[in-house]
Each structure stands twice: as structure tokens, then as C-alpha cells.
């Protein structure tokens, strides 16, 4: 936001460092930014403000959004209280019936290379997850062209450590992570609903701890219908993409890599075939704490302000 051309930062709120220099919580933003971190008093935000991103815990979002929207600001919401549209859905993955179901129908799944002409009008957009966005990136032209067989989808991801937030646990310490790679939520990670959602397809979703500090590689396998090509996938996928500034796919045959994408809005992609051209194989990148997270909040403010889509982006 800081090189946004169209866009001055307000207000930065936050409970646990309210009173504080911003820089002074985030070094890189020393002598570049001169805010102080409030506590949030949406009234008070809300007088100078088009656009609110939330990133607060899940039910507590759902509160903030609401008073925001009743004083006419638009709302780009981090957590994940608007991203399913099934409400026993949600109670089932988040433990609680949603503290505000009759917005849940209101609210479009930001995810631009999907709903871009719905987040154009949006009131309130929900920012994808980060395992969500980049699954669904890497099946998407698959899935919207009716090739996979349904029950075939079996998702391997992998995510760097900064995808648990900076909470202070145990396992996220650097002598756990380093030089360790585990699986974790197996069958049970709150993305998955997400991806299934969006693709209208039945998934086996496994994510991974990387001992790296940011970015998500995914590896998604799916039978097809009917036997392809490496060089018949590559034309699907590079004929669905066309256009989109942040999703790029590689050429036959190569593969994409995390230190591409990392500290951008990016996604990149490479498809192969297996199985005597049965299976597709797709593996995509993007950066969680950029496409999966702040970067795709700018973008979807880009586009729900009228701005272009990829002004203060990389």
C-alpha cells in the first residue's frame, strides 16, 4: 500500500500493539511509514475511510465487518467468516453457527481469475486462503472444463512457516522446523471446504510444514476422462490464463519454484501428464503472505475501488 499511486493508509489498528510506532513493530517500515497502531474504533475509522482490510480471528471478523458495512465502508475481509457459503458448513469447520449468516449470501469469494466482475460491485469481499487460493489456481482450468473424474483429486501442499502467523507456538520454533518437514491436519484443514466450494469437486487435501520461511507449493494430481498431453494441458491452461497479470504458466515440461514467487503477487504453474496420459500433475507456487494473503487483498481492493488491478502490486 505504501506505493499504492491511489491509496493513503489511514489508520493500522491492532489490540496487541496499540500505542506503538508501526515501524517499531515492522523494522523494513522505518522512515517509511509514520503511523502509530490504535485500537479500532470503527466509528472513528469509518470517517475517512473507503476500504477496511480485517484480519482479525474468526467470529470476531464477522462482527467488525458488519459495523463497518452499516457506515457504508467497504470491507476486504482476511479471516475466514465469509468464505464458505454453506452455513452448517461453517459450523461444522469453525466450531460455531456464523454470528452473521444473512451477509454470508452478500459476500463474494475474492479470487479474482473467478469472481472478478462480482468483486467489482461488492460490498464485502473474502479474501481466500492461502492453501485455497493456490489450489484452486492449479486446477481450476481443469475443473471448469469438466475433465476430471469425479473423486480423483488428491492435493499435495506445502506451505513455508510464516502460514501459522507469528503466534508463539513450539512447533514453529526454528529448532522444531529446521531441517524437518511433516504433514499435519490430515483430512481436516479448514481450506479444503474452500477448494472443494469453489471447484464443485471432491478433494483429498494434505498440506505440509516447509522448513522455509514463506511461500506454498501445491501438487495436484486428478484422472481424467479422457487421455491428454503434456502439450494438450499446457494449451488448456496457458487458453484459460490468457490475460490474467498474475498467474503465469510455464512451458512444457518445466516446473515452477517457490524463490519465483516469493515477496510477489504471483502464481506460476506447470502441468505434465502420468499414467499413459490418464492422470494430470500440476504443480503450483505463489507466495502465502503475498497471493495468499496481503498481495490478493490489494488486488481485490484494486478492483473494487475501480483502480487498476495490479497498481502497488509486484
Not at 491428454?228 to 490468457?242: K, N
Not at 507456487?285 to 488486488?299: R, T, W
Request: aromatic letters at 8%; charged letters at 20%.
Amino acid at each position: 500500500l505504501l506505493r499504492h499511486p491511489g491509496i493513503r493508509v489511514t489508520h493500522a489498528t491492532s489490540e496487541t500493539f496499540a500505542g506503538k510506532d508501526l515501524s517499531s513493530v515492522h523494522p523494513d517500515l522505518l522512515g517509511r511509514c509514520g503511523l502509530v497502531a490504535e485500537k479500532l474504533n470503527v466509528r472513528a475509522v469509518a470517517r475517512d475511510t473507503d476500504a477496511a482490510f480485517l484480519c482479525l480471528p474468526h467470529g470476531r471478523s464477522a462482527d467488525t465487518a458488519k459495523r463497518f458495512l452499516d457506515l457504508g465502508v467497504r470491507v476486504i475481509d482476511l479471516s475466514a467468516d465469509f468464505r464458505l457459503k454453506s452455513l452448517p458448513g461453517y459450523r461444522k469447520w469453525y466450531g460455531f453457527a456464523h454470528p452473521h449468516p444473512r451477509l454470508v449470501p452478500e459476500a463474494v469469494y475474492g479470487l479474482p481469475e473467478i469472481h472478478r466482475r462480482k468483486i467489482a460491485g461488492a460490498r464485502l469481499v473474502a479474501n481466500p486462503g492461502c492453501y485455497a487460493t493456490a489450489s484452486i489456481l492449479a486446477l481450476l482450468p481443469l475443473a471448469k472444463s469438466g475433465r476430471i473424474k469425479p473423486g480423483s483429486v488428491v492435493i499435495d501442499a506445502k506451505s513455508g512457516v510464516s502460514g501459522a502467523g507469528r503466534k508463539v507456538e513450539a512447533r514453529y520454533l526454528f529448532c522444531e522446523t529446521n531441517e524437518n518437514f511433516l504433514a499435519y491436519a490430515v483430512g481436516r484443514h479448514r481450506h479444503a471446504p474452500e477448494i472443494e466450494q469453489e471447484l464443485g469437486a471432491q478433494v483429498t487435501f494434505v498440506p505440509h510444514l516447509l522448513p522455509v520461511n514463506r511461500g506454498i507449493l501445491v501438487t495436484a494430481y486428478a484422472d481424467l476422462k479422457s487421455p491428454d498431453s503434456d502439450a494438450g494441458l499446457s494449451e488448456l491452461y496457458r487458453d484459460f490464463y490468457r490475460g490474467e497479470a498474475f498467474v503465469k504458466v510455464l512451458s512444457p515440461g518445466a516446473f515452477p519454484e517457490l524463490r519465483a514467487v516469493q515477496n510477489s503477487n504471483f502464481c506460476h504453474i506447470g502441468v505434465a501428464t502420468a499414467a499413459r496420459g490418464r492422470r494430470a500433475v500440476v504443480v503450483g507456487v505463489i507466495d502465502n503472505l503475498g497471493k495468499g494473503a496481503s498481495g490478493q487483498a490489494v488486488q481485490n481492493m484494486n478492483i473494487l475501488l475501480g483502480m487498476d488491478e495490479k497498481s502497488g502490486l509486484a
